[in-house]
């Protein structure tokens, strides 16, 4: 069995978490959404071409299987959605008529063809952004939502964020972390799920977790443990509303208490592809148990390949 170099295997979806030294008013934001929509006035000049391609979308609240035959009137940074306790804006993909929650809003941005971010804007200062295939672009979508909403927050002390002894303490500022990296690889033969199973089984390695009910479940469930100190993070400061920029990139950050001390790389193993998706923990650890993974797998090839 050949594998590919780790370095060579792009993620499918990333979920970004971001901490900031802010609080959002979120009701103060959608009172601001909804003047705009109405008036279709957005105030600040340089985000005035991406609501324009909005405006005609957030008007209205459409229930569509997905966005495509709309995408054409999208260009890059464009917000097709907007959910917040009662109210939403926009093309949602469910007909649900749950309210939105008091605590956070939704928005769901176009990147590219076939290509949204979902997002979570929380009053605290954090959000959580789904569908990212690379920082850069959760990086982007932080810089599109602060034009609409950087007269509307309020500045906090954050111990965190303290820490990490940033330049100035004045400025707002993001920090970006990955929760979740999902990366897809296949194989160039069949597997027989069972064997996968049992030869992970048999490792003698409290690290190494794996299970598989061939009655119940499609693929084989394999976790590799990890004792976590560190994370990889990206820092984006926020120079003034109409101006950005990242000045620290890969800076390890301590791990908040409230997590767990150990996290893990999970193998979904299925006959003819696996998705490896690592939780909370960095490129190099993924790498590592990447390796460790096919490296099993190759040792074992004869008994595991149909």
């Known amino acids: 069995m050949e594998f590919n170099n780790f370095n060579v295997l792009i993620p499918s979806t990333i979920t970004v978490n971001v901490e900031s030294n802010i609080n959002f008013d979120l009701k103060n934001i959608i009172v601001y959404f909804k003047h705009i929509i109405k008036n279709n006035n957005c105030v600040n000049k340089n985000c005035y071409y991406q609501f324009k391609n909005t405006q005609n979308i957030l008007n209205k609240q459409l229930v569509e299987k997905d966005c495509s035959k709309y995408e054409n009137s999208f260009t890059p940074g464009t917000i097709v959605y907007i959910r917040y306790n009662d109210f939403w804006s926009g093309i949602k993909t469910s007909k649900t008529d749950k309210l939105g929650f008091n605590n956070q809003i939704s928005f769901k941005i176009f990147i590219n063809k076939g290509y949204y971010i979902n997002i979570m804007m929380f009053e605290n200062g ?3 952004m789904a569908g990212c295939k690379n920082n850069n672009d959760s990086v982007f979508v932080m810089a599109i ?5 950087n007269e509307r927050t ?4 954050n111990p965190f964020l303290d820490s990490l002894k940033l330049p100035s303490d004045k400025t707002p ?7 979740m990296m999902n990366i897809p690889f296949r194989f160039s033969r069949t597997l027989n799920k069972v064997k996968v199973n049992t030869i992970f089984n048999n ?7 794996s299970y598989y009910e061939p009655t119940g479940q499609h693929c084989v469930n394999i976790k590799l443990l990890n ?12 120079l003034s509303p109409n101006n950005f920029v990242v000045f620290i990139k890969d800076v390890l950050c301590k791990i908040k208490k ?4 150990r996290t893990g790389t999970s193998f979904m193993v299925f006959p003819n592809n696996v998705i490896m998706s690592g939780n909370g923990i960095d490129f190099e650890i993924l790498k590592n148990d990447y390796n ?6 190759q040792k074992n090839a004869s008994d595991i390949v149909l």
Do not use: S
Not at 258 to 261: H, I, L, M, Y
Not at 292 to 297: D, G
């Open 173 to 179: 500022v993001f920090v970006f972390t990955n929760e």
């Open 203 to 209: 490792i003698k390695d409290g690290n190494i977790l």
């Open 154 to 157: 309020k500045q906090i002390i």
């Open 126 to 128: 954090r959000l959580k």
């Open 258 to 261: 409230q997590e767990f001390d």
């Open 145 to 149: 939502l602060w034009q609409y909403v």
């Open 227 to 238: 004792d976590v100190k560190n994370r990889t993070a990206i820092i984006l400061c926020i």
């Open 292 to 297: 460790k993974f096919t490296k099993i797998l």
